[in-house]
Nanobody, 125 residues
Framework: QLQLVESGGGLVQPGGSLRLSCAAS????????IGWFRQAPGKEREGVSC????????NYADSVKGRFTISRDNGKNTVYLQMNSLKPEDTAVYHC??????????????????WGQGTQVTVSS
């Protein structure tokens, strides 16, 4: 339904930072819960973070809490994932996703209706 596009991935050294963006091309993200998920080869898809439609509630995986920050600017129709103190274990394809409703359960991928194509994040020396 909703077309999402991620950007901002790349190659970063351990300890470095990266900011991912999730944008909608023809629709507004107002009213949508937005989540970030990642998947590395051979691993289960992991919910990284999610944010309520109004931005008042956020959730983080234990593995990234304190290092990653999710935020949204509905005026710019964009959701961000600021990633600091990156570790090699953060290497994965990162996807953003969206659904309409309350943010309850937003760390579960089956709640989402729309998915972006993904952006590669590689953390390596």
């Amino acid at each position: 339904q909703l077309q999402l596009v991620e950007s901002g991935g790349g190659l970063v050294q351990p300890g470095g930072s990266l900011r991912l963006s999730c944008a909608a091309s023809r629709f507004t993200l107002d009213g949508y819960v937005i989540g970030w998920f990642r998947q590395a080869p051979g691993k289960e898809r992991e919910g990284v973070s999610c944010i309520s439609a109004g931005g008042g509630r956020t959730n983080y995986a234990d593995s990234v809490k304190g290092r990653f920050t999710i935020s949204r600017d509905n005026g710019k129709n964009t959701v961000y994932l600021q990633m600091n103190s990156l570790k090699p274990e953060d290497t994965a394809v990162y996807h953003c996703a969206a659904f309409r409703g309350l943010s309850s359960g937003c760390m579960l991928p089956n709640r989402y209706d729309s998915w972006g194509q993904g952006t590669q994040v590689t953390v390596s020396s």
